[in-house]
């Protein structure tokens, strides 16, 4: 029995010690001055490149055409 008490204020005495800690840990809810919004966007471009985006698509299509057909010299194998 007299275990069990000892076991029961050591509980009760590590709670006390601790329980500052955990109370200076809590915050107030947030009011709208500290909470936290995300970002607006900026103004957008009205008139985006469209010619130099498809410019570079046309360069990487022929690119690729070429690349396609360049002969391999695979004659020894058919």
């Known amino acids: ?3 069990i ?3 029961v204020l050591a509980v009760v005495a590590t ?4 329980a500052p800690i955990g109370a200076a ?5 947030p009011t709208e ?3 936290l919004r995300p970002p607006t ?3 957008q471009d009205s008139d985006s490149p469209v010619a130099m985006s498809m410019l ?3 360069v990487i299509v022929a690119l690729i055409l070429t690349a396609n057909l ?6 020894h194998q058919d």
Not at 25 to 29: F, K, R, V
């Open 5 to 7: 008490s000892h076991c």
């Open 15 to 18: 709670t006390a010690l601790f």
């Open 56 to 58: 570079f698509g046309l």
């Open 70 to 75: 360049i002969a391999s010299k695979r004659s």
């Open 25 to 29: 840990q809590t915050q107030p809810a």
């Open 41 to 43: 966007p900026g103004k």
């Open 1 to 3: 029995m007299k275990k």
């Open 33 to 35: 001055a500290t909470q």
